[in-house]
C-alpha cells in the first residue's frame, strides 16, 4: 500500500492562472445595483473603492486570468500549499473512507486569505494608492492584508469585530507588527460606528458594522481605497489558487472526490477550493457532492432569505442578490468570528440557487469537538471556521462506517489556530455554548431589508 500521507507540487507547478467561473455556468449570477437607481452598477460607481483591475476582474467574462508575476512572488514564500491523506483520522474513525484536506495553515499569517490579499495590494500600489482600509472578524484578514501591504508599501487600516478584538488579542497583535492600524468595530472614529454606538454601548460588533466603517474611511480619501476579504467576485477568484492546486495534487494521488466540504461564511475559502472541482463537474468529467457549511448562529444559506441586500450594516455598498439574515443582523459572539457574515457571496448564492451544491448548519459545540479530535489524529489545531467542515467531514465518514461506502473526501483546513486556543480552551473547559438562533431574530432583521426586498 502506498503510505504517502502528502501531496506537495513543485514550486514550478504552481498554478500561473485564477479561474473564474462564470462562464462556465448555466447562468450568470444577477448584478449589483445601484442603491438609489436600482440600475446596474459601472466601473465609476466603483472606483471610489476599487483600482481598475480589480474592478475589471470582478465583471469578467473571460473563463481564467493571469496571475502577475510579482504576485506569484510573494506567493512563493508558501505556495503551492499541501494536500495531506488523512490516514490517522479514518484509523480513529474506524472508516473505509478515505479523508484528504488541503492545508492552507503553511501561509505567513496562517490561514488562506493572503492568496486574495496580495494580489489586492498589488494592484492598488500598481495604481498609485497610499493606503487601504478594510474590516476584520476573527483576524486572519486583517493580518494578511497588513502582511500584503507590507510587500508593496501601503499603509494599512483594520476595523476589527469588537468581539473577536476582545477574544483574540493576538491577532490584533499580528496586525500590528506587520505594521497595520487596528480598532475595534464599532469605534466612534466613524459616522456608522458612533451610530451604533449610540444605540448599543456594549455591541459587540458585526463584519457588516465593520465594512462599513471601512468603506466610508475609504470613499472620505482619494488616496484611499477599501480591501474586502471575502464576498466578492474578484476575491473568489484569486482562491481558486486553492483548487487548481488540489486538482493536481489529486492527480498524484491517483484519487478523485465524492465528497467536497467547505466551511461558509463569506465564500471565499469555500469557492477557491470547489470552484474548479464544479467545473469539471460541469464538464462531466467528475461528479463530487459539494457541501458548505456553516455556523448555527449565522446560517445565511440556510435560514437566509435570496434577495438584494446591501454588503454593510450602513448600507453603503451596492446591492447585491445574496442569501442574506439582513443587514442588521448582528451575530451572537461565536468564536468562528471569520463565520459572523449576515450574507453570502452572490457567486456563492446564485449557484445554490442553481441546485449545483447544498448547505448545512453545525452548532459550535460540535465543529470543536471535530477541531479536538482531528488534531489529536493529524497534528493540526484548525482554526475555528474549518472545523465546520471537519465536523460534517467527520459526520460523512461515520456514515461510510456504518454503510462500508469508500467515499473520498476532501474538505480545505484553510487555517491553524495557534492564536484561537482560548477559544479550545473554553471548550475543553466545558465553558462553550450553543447559541440558539430564533426565528424571531431572523424576521426581526429581514424587516429592515431594503424596501423593495422584502
Known amino acids: 500500500?502506498?503510505?504517502?500521507?502528502?501531496?506537495?507540487?513543485?514550486?514550478?507547478?504552481?498554478?500561473?492562472?485564477?479561474?473564474?467561473?462564470?462562464?462556465?455556468?448555466?447562468?450568470?449570477?444577477?448584478?449589483?445595483?445601484?442603491?438609489?437607481?436600482?440600475?446596474?452598477?459601472?466601473?465609476?460607481?466603483?472606483?471610489?473603492?476599487?483600482?481598475?483591475?480589480?474592478?475589471?476582474?470582478?465583471?469578467?467574462?473571460?473563463?481564467?486570468?493571469?496571475?502577475?508575476?510579482?504576485?506569484?512572488?510573494?506567493?512563493?514564500?508558501?505556495?503551492?500549499?499541501?494536500?495531506?491523506?488523512?490516514?490517522?483520522?479514518?484509523?480513529?474513525?474506524?472508516?473505509?473512507?478515505?479523508?484528504?484536506?488541503?492545508?492552507?495553515?503553511?501561509?505567513?499569517?496562517?490561514?488562506?486569505?493572503?492568496?486574495?490579499?496580495?494580489?489586492?495590494?498589488?494592484?492598488?500600489?500598481?495604481?498609485?494608492?497610499?493606503?487601504?482600509?478594510?474590516?476584520?472578524?476573527?483576524?486572519?484578514?486583517?493580518?494578511?492584508?497588513?502582511?500584503?501591504?507590507a510587500q508593496f508599501g501601503l499603509e494599512c487600516e483594520v476595523w476589527q469585530v469588537r468581539a473577536s478584538y476582545d477574544q483574540k488579542p493576538y491577532r490584533r497583535l499580528m496586525i500590528?507588527?506587520?505594521?497595520?492600524?487596528v480598532h475595534p468595530s464599532p469605534s466612534p472614529l466613524t459616522a456608522s460606528g458612533r451610530k451604533i454606538l449610540e444605540a448599543a454601548p456594549d455591541s459587540p460588533g458585526s463584519l457588516g458594522i465593520a465594512i462599513s466603517e471601512a468603506v466610508e474611511v475609504a470613499a472620505g480619501d482619494p488616496q484611499t481605497r477599501y480591501a474586502l476579504g471575502s464576498v466578492l467576485n474578484h476575491v473568489l477568484l484569486h482562491q481558486t489558487i486553492i483548487g487548481e492546486e488540489a486538482l493536481r495534487q489529486f492527480e498524484l494521488a491517483g484519487d478523485t472526490p465524492d465528497l467536497i466540504v467547505g466551511c461558509t461564511g463569506g465564500g471565499s475559502n469555500f469557492g477557491g477550493l470547489v470552484f474548479p472541482f464544479l467545473r469539471e463537474k460541469l464538464a462531466g468529467r467528475?461528479?463530487?457532492?459539494?457541501?458548505?457549511?456553516?455556523?448555527?448562529a449565522c446560517p445565511s444559506l440556510t435560514r437566509g432569505k435570496y434577495t438584494y441586500d446591501y454588503g454593510d450594516t450602513a448600507g453603503l455598498t451596492p446591492l447585491m442578490k445574496m442569501h442574506t439574515l439582513g443587514h442588521d443582523f448582528v451575530p451572537d459572539p461565536i468564536h468562528a468570528g471569520g463565520l459572523r457574515y449576515?450574507?453570502?457571496?452572490?457567486?456563492?448564492?446564485?449557484?445554490?440557487?442553481?441546485?449545483?451544491?447544498?448547505?448545512?448548519?453545525?452548532?459550535?459545540?460540535?465543529?470543536?469537538?471535530?477541531?479536538?479530535?482531528?488534531?489529536?489524529a493529524e497534528g493540526i489545531v484548525p482554526a475555528p471556521e474549518p472545523t465546520h467542515a471537519i465536523a460534517a467531514c467527520i459526520e460523512e465518514a461515520l456514515r461510510c462506517k456504518e454503510t462500508g461506502e469508500e467515499k473520498v473526501i476532501l474538505t480545505a483546513v484553510c487555517g491553524h489556530a495557534h492564536l484561537d486556543l482560548p477559544a479550545y480552551g473554553r471548550y475543553l473547559a466545558g465553558e462553550m455554548e450553543d447559541l440558539e438562533l430564533t426565528s424571531e431574530r431572523i424576521e426581526a432583521a429581514l424587516a429592515t431589508l431594503p424596501e423593495h426586498a422584502r
Open 286 to 296: 467528475i461528479n463530487p457532492v459539494i457541501r458548505a457549511v456553516e455556523p448555527a
Open 1 to 149: 500500500m502506498d503510505t504517502r500521507t502528502k501531496f506537495v507540487l513543485d514550486e514550478s507547478e504552481m498554478p500561473r492562472q485564477w479561474y473564474n467561473i462564470i462562464p462556465d455556468l448555466p447562468s450568470p449570477p444577477p448584478p449589483a445595483l445601484h442603491p438609489a437607481t436600482l440600475e446596474p452598477v459601472g466601473p465609476e460607481d466603483l472606483a471610489p473603492l476599487f483600482p481598475a483591475e480589480l474592478i475589471a476582474q470582478e465583471v469578467t467574462t473571460e473563463r481564467y486570468v493571469d496571475i502577475p508575476e510579482e504576485v506569484l512572488e510573494v506567493y512563493r514564500l508558501w505556495r503551492p500549499s499541501p494536500l495531506f491523506r488523512a490516514r490517522r483520522l479514518e484509523k480513529a474513525l474506524g472508516t473505509p473512507a478515505r479523508i484528504y484536506y488541503k492545508y492552507e495553515g503553511v501561509s505567513p499569517v496562517g490561514s488562506h486569505k493572503p492568496n486574495t490579499a496580495v494580489p489586492q495590494a498589488f494592484y492598488n500600489a500598481r495604481e498609485g494608492v497610499r493606503r487601504l482600509t478594510t474590516e476584520t472578524g476573527a483576524g486572519q484578514w486583517g493580518s494578511s492584508l497588513a502582511f500584503a501591504c
Open 342 to 376: 449576515h450574507g453570502m457571496s452572490p457567486l456563492v448564492s446564485h449557484i445554490y440557487e442553481l441546485g449545483l451544491i447544498e448547505a448545512v448548519a453545525k452548532p459550535q459545540s460540535e465543529c470543536f469537538a471535530a477541531g479536538v479530535q482531528f488534531a489529536r
Open 176 to 181: 500590528e507588527t506587520f505594521g497595520a492600524t
